[in-house]
């Protein structure tokens, strides 16, 4: 069983502040997408990584894909309320296995202003 | 690009009724779909992989008499929850690969009440 463990669970923040959410597992992905979900919506893709080690920037987002593509983390830097959401990682399992999305547990942020 | 479109966004139905959802990729087309339910402030299940033109594929414990899934064209894909009851209610998502890359696409959801 792939697991995706994704942490922390709950983040309340005020405006300004820095933030990161992780997400770990035992298995390689072919990549690792994240996504940022509002209430009642479905998720919107925020970056898609695939080269271990791979850096990728998105205005005062950071993702990081760890070397040996277990690991990911999202850093976002002076958090704004409109950061608020639920934010997703998702691994892509080998094509053998139908190219699925083991997902993590996501991360409720929430940005008081 | 890539769009995903759901219809339709929210459906009331009574119990024992059945709901067809609809999910389709707008510019560009899914060799793959995939179908997930999400309970609130969760992440998301899978429920099935669909391709073009062959028979779904169910994850363990989901009925697949109950979720009937066609993905009859490379820009269509259709869940069908029968004879709906009360814990059917849940937000349904859909996604569409292009098999390209493993991005997924993800519909804006459908939002189920069955009474």
């Known amino acids: 069983t792939q697991l995706l463990k994704q942490s922390p669970q709950f983040l309340s923040i005020q405006e300004g502040e820095n933030l990161t959410v992780y997400c770990n597992s035992s298995s390689v992905f072919s990549s690792l997408q994240w996504y940022r979900q509002e209430p009642g919506e479905g998720p919107v893709l925020l970056v898609t990584?695939?080269?271990?080690?791979e850096v990728k920037k998105l205005k005062r987002l950071t993702f990081q894909f760890g070397d040996a593509r277990k690991d990911s983390s999202l850093h976002i830097t002076a958090a704004q309320p409109g950061d608020t959401g639920l934010y997703l990682c998702?691994?892509?399992?080998?094509?053998?296995?139908?190219?699925?999305?083991?997902f993590g547990a996501g991360t409720i942020l929430r940005v008081k202003s | 690009g890539a769009v995903v479109s759901q219809h339709p966004s929210r459906v009331i139905c009574k119990s024992g009724t059945s709901v067809k959802i609809e999910c389709r990729s707008l510019d560009f087309q899914a060799t793959t779909m995939f179908w997930y339910r999400q309970f609130p402030k969760q992440s998301l299940m899978l429920m099935a992989t669909?391709?073009?033109?062959?028979?779904?594929?169910?994850e363990q414990g989901v009925e697949k008499d109950k979720f009937l899934i066609n993905h009859a064209s490379l820009t269509l894909s259709t869940l069908t929850v029968t004879s709906a009851h009360p814990e059917d209610s849940s937000f349904y998502i859909c996604?569409?690969?292009?098999?390209?890359?493993?991005?997924?696409?993800f519909g804006p959801g459908t939002r189920l009440t069955v009474l």
């Open positions: 996604s569409a690969s292009t098999g390209v890359t493993d991005t997924q696409y």
């Open positions: 998702a691994g892509a399992l080998p094509r053998e296995y139908g190219n699925k999305l083991v």
């Open positions: 669909s391709n073009e033109g062959s028979k779904a594929t169910y």
């Open positions: 990584v695939v080269t271990g080690g």
